[in-house]
């Protein structure tokens, strides 16, 4: 089982958004932020962090370089900076999320993406549902 982070476009009415808006982030270690570091982080469309990550890992390469570190040094560092990023990933795409207007709303539990997303809307219907039998008749 897995756990979701649900993320919502902030609105005024505080009513519930466009299914196509709301946004599943999937909480814990990420293998594909491990091996494809900042390329994982610009198709999860978080630029700023993708573009920051980049240059932290060409400011190492040149610090290293310029105090002629070992290759071995070098490459550990990395590797712990990557798994790093694999662990963390998750998060910081959902500041980006937070920079661009998403509020964290809501964590489901379910073993995808999917049971994930159909246990949130059963949920938030089924909470509607009573809410509209709860009001009274004008």
């Excluded at 009415?13 to 814990?28: C, H, N, T, V, Y």
Aim: glycine share 6%; charged share 20%; aromatic share 14%.
């Amino acid at each position: 089982m897995a756990i979701f982070t649900v993320h919502f476009p902030r609105t005024a009415s505080g009513a519930l958004p466009a299914p196509d808006k709301i946004i599943f982030l999937r909480d814990g270690f990420s293998w594909p932020a491990l091996l494809f570091g900042p390329f994982w982080l610009a198709w999860r469309r978080a630029w700023i962090v993708a573009g920051l990550w980049t240059l932290l890992l060409v400011v190492l390469a040149l610090v290293a370089w310029k105090l002629r570190v070992s290759r071995d040094a070098i490459s550990w560092l990395t590797l712990a900076l990557a798994v790093w990023l694999g662990f963390e990933g998750e998060r910081l795409v959902g500041w980006n999320l937070s920079r661009r207007g998403y509020v964290e709303q809501d964590i489901v539990v379910g073993d995808d993406i999917d049971e994930a997303e159909e246990a949130f809307f059963h949920r938030h219907c089924a909470a509607s549902k009573q809410d509209a039998a709860r009001e009274p008749a004008p």
